[in-house]
C-alpha cells in the first residue's frame, strides 16, 4: 500500500502542468512584475550592503550641517541634527524588509496550519476557527496592529509580532478555502482510498497544490506589512531612534515640511516604491502560477 500511495500524483497532471511550466518564465514576459522583481533586488542589495554603500555613519551627528538642503556632500540633505538623510534611508530599508518579511512569516507559520485544520477536518472545528477568524476579520488590520504593539510595548521586534498576529485570518481564510477546493479531488479520494492517513493526505497530497496562492498572497502582504511597520515607528510604537526607520524619519519630518521638505520626501519616496513594488509582484506571481495563462 506504501508504494502504491508514493506513486500517487501530487496533483492533476492539467493542474501540474498549468502550475510549473515555467512560472518564472512567464513571470518575466510581463514588465510591471520584472520591473517589480527588480526592484526588489535592488532593496534587498541596499538592506545587505548598507554599511558598504552608505556615505555616512546613519547616527553621526553635524550641528554645522543642519538642515541642509541636496548637495555634492549630501545628496538627500540631511535633517534637523545634520545626520546624513541617505545614509538613514539606506540604513532605513532594513528595517522595512525585516519586518515585512518575519510579519509574513509569522502569519504564514500560525494560518496556514490552522486554515489547513479548518477545510480538512470541518465539523466543529472548522466552525469555531472560521468564528475566530471572522472576528479578528472585524477589526481593521492597521488598528489591531496597533492596540497589539501598543500592548507588547513599543520595539521594533513587538511590532513584527503585531503586525504578523494581525495578518495571520488572511493566512486562514485562504488557506481553508484552498484545502476545500483540493480536497474533493479525485487525486485525494485515490490517496484515501489506498489507505493513506489523513496526516499524509493533508501535508503531502493537499499541501503542496495550496501553496501558489499562498505566494501571492505572501507577497502583497509584505507590502502591507511595510506600510504597517511605518506606521507604527510613525506612531513610536516600533523602531525606536535614534536607530533609522522610514516612519519615525517621516514623524520628524512633518515639523520640519516647509524649511525642509526633503526630510519627508525621501523615506516617502522610499516606501512608496518598495511598497508598488511588491504589489508589482504579486500581480505578476498571480498571472504566472494561473494555468490558464499562456
Known amino acids: 500500500m506504501a508504494a502504491i500511495a508514493d506513486t500517487l500524483p501530487v496533483a492533476p497532471p492539467a493542474a501540474r502542468s498549468g502550475l510549473r511550466s515555467h512560472p518564472f ?7 510591471a512584475a520584472a520591473a517589480g522583481l527588480v526592484a526588489i533586488v535592488f532593496f534587498v542589495a541596499l538592506a545587505v550592503l548598507a554599511p558598504v554603500v552608505s556615505p555616512y555613519d546613519p547616527l553621526a551627528t553635524s550641528w554645522t550641517a543642519v538642515r541642509k538642503g541636496p548637495s555634492a556632500a549630501h545628496w538627500f540633505g540631511t535633517d534637523e541634527i545634520g545626520r546624513d ?5 539606506i540604513f532605513g530599508t532594513r528595517a522595512s524588509l525585516l519586518a515585512g518579511c518575519v510579519s509574513v512569516s509569522i502569519a504564514l507559520a500560525l494560518g496556514v496550519p490552522i486554515g489547513l485544520a479548518a477545510g480538512y477536518i470541518g465539523g466543529w472545528v472548522d466552525a469555531l476557527i472560521s468564528r475566530m477568524t471572522d472576528a479578528m476579520l472585524a477589526c481593521p488590520f492597521l488598528i489591531l496592529a496597533i492596540a497589539l504593539a ?11 509580532i503585531a503586525i504578523g498576529i494581525s495578518a495571520t485570518p488572511i493566512f486562514v481564510r485562504l488557506t481553508r478555502a484552498a484545502v476545500l477546493q483540493v480536497k474533493v479531488e479525485d487525486y485525494i479520494e485515490a490517496a484515501r482510498a489506498v489507505g493513506n492517513s489523513h496526516l499524509r493526505i493533508a501535508l503531502r497530497h493537499i499541501l503542496p497544490n495550496v501553496v501558489p496562492p499562498l505566494i501571492v498572497q505572501a507577497t502583497l502582504a509584505v507590502a502591507a506589512a511595510v506600510i504597517a511597520e511605518a506606521a507604527l515607528s510613525f506612531l513610536g510604537l516600533g523602531q525606536q531612534p535614534p536607530a533609522p526607520s522610514w516612519g519615525s524619519m517621516l514623524n520628524t519630518a512633518k515639523n520640519y515640511i516647509d524649511n525642509a521638505p526633503w526630510m519627508a520626501v525621501w523615506p516617502g519616496l522610499s516606501i512608496f516604491l518598495l511598497v508598488l513594488s511588491f504589489n508589482l509582484l504579486g500581480d505578476g506571481l498571480r498571472d504566472a502560477f494561473d494555468p490558464k495563462s499562456r
Open 150 to 160: 501598543a500592548f507588547l510595548g513599543p520595539s521594533l521586534t513587538n511590532a513584527m
Open 25 to 31: 518564465r512567464r513571470l518575466l514576459r510581463r514588465p
Open 85 to 89: 538623510v541617505l545614509s538613514r534611508v
